[in-house]
């Protein structure tokens, strides 16, 4: 079996899970996306959630919900709630591995597919589907993500991304123009890995004061900022920060430090106290620090509107209503995924469930015989340890029956997650149940860094 090397993390980042996709592998050849003949742009709207951008993908007919990310080089499916739905062409198995300390996980290859975009479509498309079920976004988003998409649309189209609307538009290359913008950073694009891996330059604020460090495009990541911590270029974890769990990777479990620096610069924009992750130096083995030094994450992303140009090697930066919002980070120390549903008798026909994405699901949509209702569950999937969460004694698998006096199932996942982002102090109350047995416990937000 043919065995790809792969990047691949998602990251649990300050807010809920993290995704970084980078793709290390020369690929055949694949047709273009292409808007309709006389068309010369195409917009869409999308969900900005955990500061990723999801996009309603077509893949020969089915409809599903991808990432958008500027770091991922294929096109990759990795959760389908029933794939016999999913027609997949020309089906081959081949062996992905990536970050992490297990074996490589099982894949198929399949080419020929159609996919579709809002307006624009690619034919012969070259998509991967990864096998193993327990890579699934899913639950810790809260509704349904079967995959992502990145450079096999980027390449084609000048792509403007307004995060303050929630709306991109594809442009046709060779009929787009830009308009004057004098609050705008435009900067250059380096390309590494046969092109499909775009760059950016910033400037870091060390100890040795400002220095420039490569880093990774990455809007599939939905934190501010990864790291790789060299001394010698004065990259290094401060002495205030914390060890977490970052994410899993397709090869196992990625952990490593959390803090904030004090600066980092795009152009004439200056952020302060960005939080960033600083991953342990086993997980990045294999990654040249001398052409890269970190990932620049959707948490920054999202404080601009952009236009990213691969065809023209160039992006631009305009500044946005989030710029000025506060780098937070979860002070509860829980990580919380959707687990599945709960029957519930009774449940009040006023009452509304967020279930899905964009979507609103009522009890009418989910009656059962007997007034019986399905209605989210909620898990916590991981405590960091000495949290305040952890202390006040709750655990991993610890199911969460209400926050505040409110029924967990009226939350959204991360409506639920922006409890533990903001006020030091705040009192948070939880009624969990484990093993059978209802407990109450509480604890009060703390600052970490």
Known sequence: MKILSLNFCHFLKSKVLVVLLLLNVVLFAQKDFRLPVGKKHNKLRFELANNLIIVPVVVNGVELSFIL??????????????????????????????LGDNEPVEAIKSINNE??????????????????????????????????IGYDLFKDFVVEINYSKRVIKINKPETYAYKKCEKCYKTKIK?????????VTAKYKSDKGLIDVNLLLDSGSGSSLWLFENEENGIHVGGNSFRDFLGKGFNGDIYGQKTKIKELRLGDFMMKEVTASFPDSIYIQGISQNDRQGSLGGNILRRFNLIVDYPGEKIS????????????????????QHSGFTAIKGYKENNTVHLGLNEVVTKKTLELSNDFVLLPRYEISDVRINSPANLAGLQKGDIILEVNGKKAFNYKLSDLNELFYFEEGRKITMKIERLGVEIKYHFYLKKVI
């Open 69 to 98: 990310d500027t770091g991922v080089g294929s096109t990759i499916i990795f959760s389908v709630d029933n794939k016999s739905s999913l027609e997949l062409k020309d089906a081959s198995k081949i062996y992905l591995r990536g």
């Open 115 to 148: 996919v579709k975009i809002g307006k624009a479509t690619s034919r012969n498309h070259k998509i991967y589907l990864v096998l193993d079920e327990t890579i699934n976004f899913s639950p810790r988003m809260g509704f349904p993500i079967h995959g992502i």
């Open 191 to 199: 390309f590494r890995n046969n092109r499909k891996r775009p760059f």
């Open 317 to 336: 930066f305009k500044k946005n209503g989030y710029f000025g919002k506060p780098f937070n980070y979860n002070m509860s120390g829980l990580t919380i």
